[in-house]
């Protein structure tokens, strides 16, 4: 019962992310801007087409149709995300995250990473769970 909730947590997260990107899809741009780790016409193609693979990646994970591809997807971007958001802070750049939708605020690199982080072992937990035992 706690592994199902998990799942629906750990999915629901991205779904629930993916959409307010999709909602906004031009301050997600932004978003993705601020990090200046890639230019145009790629930022355009990231902030178009990585809040879709969020969502269907959650759903995955939520609905265990495909759930090993969508925790294999979100646990790797979970691991971009963090060196992005690493190499924002080294860089000295104030970001506009865009996780949870648009932001003014300025960054708090400790909770961004904080987050990722917990996120990422909810993720590998999942994994390990998930893998069938041997017998001996």
């Known amino acids: 019962m706690l592994r199902l909730l998990l799942h629906f947590f750990f999915g629901g997260v991205f779904v629930y992310s993916g959409i307010l990107k999709v909602?906004?899809?031009?301050?997600?741009?932004?978003?993705?801007?601020?990090?200046?780790?890639?230019?145009?016409?790629?930022?355009?193609?990231?902030?178009?087409?990585?809040?879709?693979?969020?969502?269907?990646?959650?759903l995955a994970v939520m609905s265990g149709f495909l759930r090993s591809g969508g925790l294999l997807i979100l646990n790797a971007s979970l691991l971009i995300f963090l060196v992005a958001i690493s190499s924002a802070w080294w860089r000295g750049i104030d970001i506009r995250c865009g996780c949870?939708?648009?932001?003014?605020?300025?960054?708090?690199?400790?909770d961004?990473?904080?987050?990722?982080?917990?996120?990422?072992?909810?993720?590998?937990?999942?994994?390990?769970?998930?893998?069938?035992?041997?017998?001996?």
């Open 23 to 58: 909602a906004d899809p031009m301050s997600f741009l932004d978003d993705v801007r601020s990090f200046d780790l890639i230019g145009d016409p790629f930022a355009a193609w990231l902030a178009m087409g990585l809040p879709w693979l969020e969502i269907f990646a959650g």
């Open 100 to 110: 949870f939708g648009h932001s003014d605020a300025t960054t708090n690199y400790r």
């Open 112 to 136: 961004l990473i904080l987050r990722d982080l917990l996120l990422l072992a909810a993720g590998i937990v999942l994994v390990w769970h998930g893998k069938p035992k041997l017998k001996s």
